[in-house]
Every structure is written in structure tokens, then in C-alpha cells.
């Protein structure tokens, strides 16, 4: 069973089709020059390792005012000129590539973010759902992950905490075709994958995104 460690791969598979690239946010390699234009299109961005999982290494950027401010777990560092900003983010990442994505509002319970795995396998010539979860990130933190603190609950029932009942269906009805239009893109791309986790980011308008999609889900 293949499996593809490098998030910029599938995000670029992703990207390659029209159909999918409208759920994708914003995302580049990481360079310096790469997140100065970042930062001046969106009001914040998360950095990420290329390859890696469990939420570690992963950063919030910001443009606030007259200051950045970087935020990994729960501490967060101000920088007063955008040359600090990146010495400083230098100084917290692990010396590997990373990307730079869009950050996206996520809608929240009980104040925490809140973000959506699926996972499907394949099984003989079909995909199947394995499980569709909720997780809503430890208070104080802006990642959701489990190994992180994060709390798993049932994908639906999130969707019905967060919005009205019709518009929740609507959501996991667009979250479950979106994945069946995702996989074949992944498939013709990278022969081989047997299973496949997508994560999901919904903000508070209900707009769907494409976070991450791993082919060694947990």
C-alpha cells in the first residue's frame, strides 16, 4: 500500500484540478519573500512542515497592527519588524521545508476550533468511509490534534452544534461528495494509495476546506 509523506504533493495534485483547487486555501512553500507576500493577502497563516503529522512543528503567523506575532502550542512571540519575525520563526522550526497556507477562521465550540477528519480505505475496487470525527483543539490552542489534547466527537453531531439543522446536513452531504471527487484526482496521481484521511476545515460561514490529506491517517 503506497503512502506519500509530503503534504505539497498532494496539495498540488489537489490544485491541478478545477473541480478541487476551489477548496484549497491559499498555499506555497515556505520561503522569506513567500511569506511577505502571504502575509499581505491574509490575515494570518499557519507554517507546516512538508512531511510530519500530529500538529508538531506547526505555527501561526500574524500581522497585527504594528507587530507580528508567531504562535506555536501555547506560546506566542512578538516581533516588532518583519526581519525579527523571521529570524524568529528560524529559530522554531525544525531545518526542513515547510509550506505556508492561508489561514482559515475556523468555526468553533466552546470558543475551540474545531476541524473534520475522514478516512476512507479502499477495499477491493470500491473506496469506503471508515469514519467521519470532529475535533475541537484543547482551550489556548489553535491545532486540533489528538496528541495535542484535542477532543474527538461525532462529525455530525459538531456540524448540528455549530449550525442549523438543514445547513449541517447540507455540509456533510458536500464534505462526503468532495471526498469521492478527491480521491480519483489522488488515485490517477499516485497509484497505489489504499487509504486516505482528509482533513476538513468549515468556517463560521460554512464554507468547506481542504486542509490536509494524509495517505497514513490515525
Given at each position: 500500500m503506497r503512502q506519500l509523506a509530503s503534504?505539497?504533493?498532494?496539495?498540488?495534485?489537489?490544485?491541478?484540478?478545477?473541480?478541487?483547487?476551489?477548496?484549497?486555501?491559499d498555499t506555497c512553500l515556505y520561503s522569506e519573500e513567500q511569506l511577505r507576500m502571504?502575509?499581505?493577502?491574509?490575515?494570518?497563516?499557519?507554517i507546516k512542515p512538508v512531511k510530519g503529522g500530529g500538529g508538531n512543528g506547526v505555527m501561526r503567523v500574524a500581522r497585527e497592527r504594528r507587530e507580528y506575532t508567531c504562535t506555536r502550542m501555547e506560546n506566542t512571540y512578538?516581533?516588532?519588524?518583519?526581519?525579527?519575525?523571521?529570524?524568529?520563526?528560524n529559530a522554531l522550526r525544525i531545518q526542513r521545508p515547510y509550506l505556508i497556507q492561508q489561514g482559515i477562521q475556523l468555526a468553533r465550540i466552546q470558543g475551540r476550533p474545531v476541524d473534520y477528519r475522514v478516512k476512507v480505505v479502499r477495499e477491493g475496487?470500491?473506496?469506503?468511509?471508515?469514519?467521519?470525527?470532529?475535533?475541537?483543539?484543547?482551550?489556548g490552542l489553535v491545532i486540533t490534534n489528538m496528541c495535542k489534547g484535542g477532543t474527538l466527537m461525532k462529525g455530525t453531531k459538531a456540524l448540528r452544534m455549530i449550525y442549523p439543522r438543514r445547513l449541517a446536513i447540507r455540509k456533510q452531504?458536500?464534505?462526503?461528495?468532495?471526498?469521492?471527487?478527491?480521491?480519483?484526482?489522488?488515485?490517477?496521481r499516485f497509484p497505489g494509495i489504499g487509504q486516505l484521511?482528509?482533513?476538513?476545515?468549515?468556517?463560521?460561514?460554512g464554507r468547506v476546506w481542504i486542509l490536509e490529506v494524509n495517505t497514513r491517517p490515525q
Open positions: 503534504k505539497w504533493l498532494k496539495t498540488k495534485a489537489l490544485l491541478h484540478h478545477p473541480h478541487t483547487a476551489v477548496y484549497i486555501p502571504m502575509l499581505r493577502r491574509h490575515a494570518f497563516v499557519f512578538r516581533f516588532n519588524h518583519f526581519k525579527a519575525l523571521v529570524a524568529g520563526i475496487q470500491n473506496w469506503v468511509f471508515r469514519a467521519v470525527v470532529a475535533r475541537q483543539a484543547r482551550p452531504r458536500e464534505i462526503a461528495d468532495l471526498t469521492l471527487r478527491c480521491i480519483p484526482v489522488l488515485e490517477r484521511g482528509f482533513d476538513y476545515g468549515l468556517d463560521p460561514n
